[in-house]
């Protein structure tokens, strides 16, 4: 009954540092989410997979790269992070693109 | 630029009574409405969605959607001190926006015993 699973939860990075956060989901899902959340700003879409073997960008995509290694999984690599990119990251899944999407429960990254 | 307005707040109620939350979007082809409670801390969990005119009820929670007016809200009845939380409404354009969600900021609850 897992739903949604993101690893790391925390993470510290120096600036410049690259890493990669994983995203798992078991609900047979097709579609994946990638979303920054900021104080002020709400939640903002990064990247995103309708399908598996697809993606595309979202609102805020620069800095970023995504990987749909396969249908469960979708990751979010930072190449050479920066302060800017301090943030909570949340990961989603859903059935399709007008149904709800399910959240798993954030990675907090700080980045000095 | 699509956007999502939610009054942030915060909502204070006193328990046991409505919680009347609202959200208006600039798109007017937008298809798909979703309402979301967060508890500091943690992540968006699904409180309620809709996608036709009119009133979706399911327990405490009514959501109305009236597409004229690009307007949705939720109705909270019977409030309670575990329904403290921030709410956010998120809007799906679809067509060429394909599953992209627009989040408003969000309002924060207080329900005071």
């Known amino acids: 009954n897992a739903g949604v699973t993101q690893t790391p939860k925390f993470q510290v990075l120096k600036t410049g540092q690259s890493m990669t956060l994983q995203c798992a989901q078991d609900?047979?899902?097709?579609?994946m989410y990638w979303y920054r959340q900021d104080p002020g700003m709400g939640l903002r879409l990064i990247y995103y997979s309708a399908s598996e073997g697809t993606t595309d960008k979202g609102e805020v995509p620069n800095g970023y790269n995504v990987s749909r290694l396969n249908k469960r999984e979708f990751s979010l690599r930072l190449e050479s992070a920066a302060p800017s990119q301090t943030s909570v990251y949340f990961c989603?899944?859903?059935?399709?693109?007008?149904?709800?999407?399910?959240f798993g429960d954030g990675t907090r990254l700080s980045i000095l | 630029q699509k956007e999502v307005e939610q009054n942030s707040g915060p909502l204070s109620v006193p328990e046991g009574a409505i919680a009347s939350l609202n959200c208006t979007y600039s798109d007017r082809g937008s298809q798909s409405f979703f309402w979301y409670r967060q508890y500091s801390g943690k992540s968006p969990e699904l409180i309620m969605f809709i996608y036709s005119n009119g009133d979706k009820e399911d327990g405490r929670f009514t959501a109305q959607l009236n597409k004229a007016s690009q307007y949705v809200s939720l109705l909270i009845r019977d409030s309670q001190p575990s329904d403290s939380a921030t709410y956010l409404c998120a809007v799906n354009a679809g067509g060429t926006s394909y599953g992209k969600l627009t989040f408003g900021q969000g309002t924060i609850l207080t329900v005071h015993p």
């Open positions: 989603a899944s859903s059935t399709g693109w007008d149904q709800p999407q399910h």
């Open positions: 609900m047979n899902h097709n579609s």
